[in-house]
């Protein structure tokens, strides 16, 4: 199969390296020559352009953009898209997406790998990244032409070692924003408020002790800024939601301890240790 990728980063490099030891034939994307001599020097990708319309015989094309730049670069590939061309992408966010790129192009379906690391660009770039990851995609039809590009785009996932799903955009957004999106703006708000701590001292000791639990609580919030701030702006409805009820219950623990109300707390806790395994797969 001819696969299409347009940006060769940590997501898109990565897709890249599994999908060429599959055999497929990998047509790479970058706006950047470094990027695509890069791309060529690794071995990511066997074709690499600056322009859209090297991908006028792609039969998959994965849109690895940043979000806000997904719809954009559809629209600039649609005058050089096969017209069975099947285009999906990686953002962390659906529903603006889905609404914006579906009348752009009929064959177009959202698509969420969850999976990555603090690193960006090609050079984070690697192989079995998505091993027992989700990926979520979200089609707006049941019709039997997107039926059967749900069929391909399913079958692309389960080769990488990923787990499909299939939702729609609207409920994709309200799940990723309670485990993946509130966990960013908390983990970053972490790091903020130990940077709060007024005594130089205790903050270089801090500093110093921080260790797993630190390392762990913090690492989401230390990912690329340009994305978190994209995950805010295009899921704020559903962020913000979830972030009400993050305060009220951390207001419910701040509560507890002031009135040393410790069996209370005790039950809270073993609550939350009984609960949270369901969340791990």
Known sequence: ?????????????????????????????????????????????DYVSTELSSLNSAEVIFICTPIAK??????????HLDPQAIVTDVGSV??????????????????HPMAGTT????????????QGAAYVFT??????????????????????????FICSPEVHDRSVAWISHL?????????AACLGEDDPDVLALAQ?????????????????P????MMAEYNSESLLRSLYAYRDNLDQIISLIETQNWQALSKLLADNYQARPYYLN
Request: proline share 6%; glycine share 12%; charged share 15%.
């Open 94 to 111: 659906k529903q603006p997406i889905v609404e914006a790129c579906q009348p752009l192009w009929a064959n177009f379906i959202g698509g």
């Open 119 to 130: 690193e960006s660009g090609i050079n984070a770039a690697v192989s079995n990244l998505f």
């Open 139 to 164: 089609p707006q039809s049941n019709s039997p032409q997107i039926t059967e590009k749900l069929a391909i785009l399913q079958q692309l996932a389960s080769s990488l070692g990923a787990k499909p």
């Open 226 to 229: 340009e994305l978190g701030t």
């Open 208 to 224: 110093e002790l921080a260790s797993s639990g630190f390392r762990d609580t913090s690492r989401v919030g230390a990912g690329n």
């Open 70 to 79: 997904i719809a954009p670069t559809l629209e600039s590939l649609v005058p």
């Open 183 to 191: 966990p960013v703006m908390v983990s970053a708000s972490l790091v």
């Open 1 to 45: 199969m001819k696969i299409g990728i347009v940006g060769l980063g940590l997501i898109g490099g990565s897709l890249a390296i599994d999908f060429k030891k599959q055999g497929h034939q990998i047509w790479g994307v970058s706006r950047k020559e470094s990027t695509c001599k890069t791309a060529l020097e690794k071995g990511i990708v």
